[in-house]
């Protein structure tokens, strides 16, 4: 999986639409599924956590779209631990509607519809609505139950008209994400009892935003653009130490660049993202991000050469430099030899957090983290059609890594912390695809963790080796099975005394689809099949054996 940062995502993808799309010629190098936005037909539990994949701007063109229910591997950290669902594509009439309803055990529920009106071939605008959550009691590792609760909504819109000269879009977002705390999380922390209007042990999430974007569509102009921005706000209501926080952000993006001729260009883009809260402890911020670089491909070379200069205001340092290359030869269109190196800025504001551990407290000024280097050697092939084989090693350094430390000996109380972390790792994936009949999904990474301080909790929940194998059938065209399965073991930092412990991840899981009608369709989704004991955030089981069973229809 690329690498995941929330805001990149956030940023180009919030109100896209529900279709997604591949590129015509698929190559070794870049077999890439870019959805515009998530699509999840597993319901999420309590302690379960969605992260996009890194997207690019869509076409207008449409495709219908099969969805994929393999979760993808990890391939770059920071990462959060569960994989998002994401879709295949197939040439046919697209359908504009869609709508998906689905209901399981432990008060499951999952919902979504989605709307794309094509008034011409210039304007089109899209629709977007769902929801997901779960209502029931989850056992702690001593089997002691908790009454859980957890429902998050999200809607989005997006506009978009082709001028002759550049596409214009205008989007919109807008979300709420209710759940509540263990009981004892208030009785261990009195200063919960001090505040007011803490409603013991719930927690809101509220996040909206709004933004327009213009991109270039003569590509044969001297100078090239792509240029959007959008203005955001979040809140989180119910924060012990500090209650009704709120957050907004106002972030732009330029991407600028001139075709020197055919093989060669330069360009530059630009970042900046402002930050204000409504908080004496954190400061407001300002950051701004200079990414000249030097671009070259020819039949056999693709070169990118350039480099991070990130300058910030109000925390931390205030100046920072990474590296952004990337060199890949060609040596036949079925192998590629490639090595990178990355890095920059990954911004520690709310939306981070809320997937970082929405269970987690903000106790004052945490600072963004930066990817110092991330630097690869890899080797990828395609020797048969159908089969993709990928081998890489690398290292990675990051400063102030943020994590989540446990408050006091009780260990239900966290909140985040930052600490400078890195690692070497290595690994393998294969993908082979029959026909569309039958396919088969290996992956494997393993790391090896350090801090650069004394502070070994920070590597906690740092993934020391990730596993994950896949396998889907056809049997006949309207029924497709499938099953998939996860393992993730963590580290065990030396000096996590009284503590709880957490455990490694190990998940199994089935599906089942079956097309009644050409735009009918139900499905099965069984996950947690051996009712493992685990946790996606410290302290927060996850659900045992569950279920979710619904139809799916197009219009």
Same mark, same amino acid.
């Given at each position: 999986?690329?690498?995941?940062?929330?805001?990149?995502?956030?940023?180009?993808?919030?109100?896209?639409?529900?279709?997604?799309?591949?590129?015509?010629?698929?190559?070794?190098?870049?077999?890439?599924?870019?959805?515009?936005?998530?699509?999840?037909?597993?319901?999420?539990?309590?302690?379960?956590?969605?992260?996009?994949?890194?997207?690019?701007?869509?076409?207008?063109?449409?495709?219908?779209?099969?969805?994929?229910?393999?979760?993808?591997?990890?391939?770059?950290?920071?990462?959060?631990?569960?994989?998002?669902?994401?879709?295949?594509?197939?040439?046919?009439?697209?359908?504009?509607?869609?709508?998906?309803?689905?209901?399981?055990?432990?008060?499951?529920?999952?919902?979504?519809?989605?709307?794309?009106?094509?008034?011409?071939?210039?304007?089109?605008?899209?629709?977007?609505?769902?929801?997901?959550?779960?209502?029931?009691?989850?056992?702690?590792?001593?089997?002691?139950?908790?009454?859980?609760?957890?429902?998050?909504?999200?809607?989005?819109?997006?506009?978009?008209?082709?001028?002759?000269?550049?596409?214009?879009?205008? +989007?919109?977002?807008?979300?709420?994400?209710?759940?509540?705390?263990?009981?004892?999380?208030?009785?261990?922390?009195?200063?919960?009892?001090?505040?007011?209007?803490?409603?013991?042990?719930?927690?809101?999430?509220?996040?909206?935003?709004?933004?327009?974007?213009?991109?270039?569509?003569?590509?044969?102009?001297?100078?090239?653009?792509?240029?959007?921005?959008?203005?955001?706000?979040?809140?989180?209501?119910?924060?012990?130490?500090?209650?009704?926080?709120?957050?907004?952000?106002?972030?732009?993006?330029?991407?600028?660049?001139?075709?020197?001729?055919?093989?060669?260009?330069?360009?530059?883009?630009?970042?900046?993202?402002?930050?204000?809260?409504?908080?004496?402890?954190?400061?407001?911020?300002?950051?701004?991000?200079?990414?000249?670089?030097?671009?070259?491909?020819?039949?056999?070379?693709?070169?990118?050469?350039?480099?991070?200069?990130?300058?910030? +205001?109000? %925390?931390?340092?205030?100046?920072?430099?990474?590296?952004?290359?990337?060199?890949?030869?060609?040596?036949?269109?079925?192998?590629?030899?490639?090595?990178?190196?990355?890095?920059?800025?990954?911004?520690?504001?709310?939306?981070? +957090?809320?997937?970082?551990?929405?269970?987690?407290?903000?106790?004052?000024?945490?600072?963004?983290?930066?990817?110092?280097?991330?630097?690869?050697?890899? %080797?990828?092939?395609?020797?048969?059609?159908?089969?993709?084989?990928?081998?890489?090693?690398?290292?990675?350094?990051?400063?102030?890594?943020?994590?989540?430390?446990?408050?006091?000996?009780?260990?239900?109380?966290?909140?985040?912390?930052?600490?400078?972390?890195?690692?070497?790792?290595?690994?393998?994936?294969?993908?082979?695809?029959?026909?569309?009949?039958?396919?088969?999904?290996?992956?494997?990474?393993?790391?090896?963790?350090?801090?650069?301080?004394?502070?070994?909790?920070?590597?906690?929940?740092?993934?020391?080796?990730?596993?994950?194998?896949?396998?889907?059938?056809?049997?006949?065209?309207?029924?497709?099975?499938?099953?998939?399965?996860?393992?993730?073991?963590?580290?065990?930092?030396?000096?996590?005394?009284?503590?709880?412990?957490?455990?490694?991840?190990?998940?199994?899981?089935?599906?089942?689809?079956?097309?009644?009608?050409?735009?009918?369709?139900?499905?099965?989704?069984?996950?947690?099949?051996?009712?493992?004991?685990?946790?996606?955030?410290?302290?927060?089981?996850?659900?045992?054996?569950?279920?979710?069973?619904?139809?799916? +229809?197009?219009?």
């Amino acid at each position: 999986m690329k690498k995941i940062h929330i805001l990149s995502a956030l940023f180009l993808g919030l109100g896209a639409s529900a279709f997604a799309q591949t590129t015509p010629n698929d190559t070794t190098m870049n077999r890439t599924v870019v959805v515009e936005r998530e699509y999840n037909p597993i319901i999420q539990g309590a302690s379960k956590v969605n992260v996009l994949p890194e997207v690019e701007e869509p076409s207008m063109s449409q495709k219908e779209v099969e969805y994929e229910l393999n979760s993808v591997p990890a391939q770059a950290v920071p990462i959060s631990l569960v994989k998002p669902f994401v879709a295949k594509e197939y040439e046919a009439r697209t359908w504009p509607g869609y709508l998906r309803l689905g209901a399981g055990n432990l008060g499951n529920i999952d919902a979504r519809g989605h709307y794309t009106f094509q008034f011409n071939e210039r304007d089109q605008l899209s629709l977007d609505v769902s929801s997901w959550g779960m209502n029931g009691k989850l056992k702690y590792a001593d089997d002691v139950k908790w009454k859980t609760r957890y429902y998050r909504t999200e809607g989005s819109m997006l506009y978009r008209h082709q001028f002759d000269q550049l596409d214009l879009s205008v +989007f919109a977002n807008m979300g709420v994400h209710n759940f509540n705390l263990r009981n004892e999380f208030v009785s261990a922390n009195t200063r919960l009892l001090e505040l007011k209007d803490y409603r013991a042990p719930k927690q809101n999430f509220t996040y909206g935003n709004v933004g327009f974007g213009l991109k270039s569509r003569d590509e044969f102009a001297t100078l090239l653009y792509d240029i959007s921005s959008q203005f955001g706000v979040y809140g989180r209501q119910y924060d012990p130490v500090e209650a009704d926080l709120k957050e907004t952000l106002l972030q732009t993006q330029a991407k600028v660049w001139t075709r020197l001729d055919d093989e060669n260009k330069l360009g530059l883009d630009l970042n900046m993202h402002n930050r204000f809260v409504n908080s004496d402890s954190i400061k407001n911020s300002t950051t701004l991000d200079f990414n000249p670089y030097y671009g070259f491909e020819s039949d056999n070379w693709k070169l990118r050469l350039g480099a991070h200069i990130d300058l910030g +205001f109000g %925390f931390g340092k205030s100046f920072l430099v990474s590296p952004d290359l990337d060199i890949q030869y060609i040596f036949s269109d079925n192998y590629i030899l490639y090595a990178q190196a990355k890095g920059g800025r990954i911004h520690s504001n709310f939306k981070r +957090f809320q997937n970082t551990s929405p269970y987690t407290f903000i106790s004052g000024k945490n600072r963004d983290t930066y990817e110092q280097i991330n630097a690869s050697l890899g %080797f990828k092939a395609s020797p048969i059609p159908g089969l993709w084989l990928n081998l890489y090693g690398g290292y990675q350094m990051l400063k102030d890594d943020l994590y989540i430390s446990a408050v006091g000996e009780s260990s239900l109380l966290s909140h985040y912390s930052n600490e400078d972390t890195k690692n070497f790792y290595g690994g393998a994936s294969l993908f082979y695809d029959y026909k569309n009949r039958v396919g088969v999904n290996l992956a494997a990474i393993g790391r090896k963790w350090k801090t650069d301080g004394f502070n070994n909790n920070a590597l906690l929940f740092k993934p020391k080796m990730e596993f994950e194998a896949g396998f889907y059938l056809k049997p006949i065209e309207p029924l497709k099975l499938g099953v998939n399965y996860t393992l993730v073991s963590r580290e065990e930092p030396d000096n996590w005394v009284g503590k709880l412990a957490v455990d490694n991840i190990s998940k199994l899981s089935a599906h089942a689809s079956y097309q009644i009608l050409k735009p009918l369709s139900v499905y099965i989704v069984a996950d947690n099949l051996m009712n493992k004991k685990y946790q996606y955030y410290y302290a927060y089981p996850v659900e045992g054996l569950n279920f979710i069973a619904g139809l799916s +229809f197009q219009f």
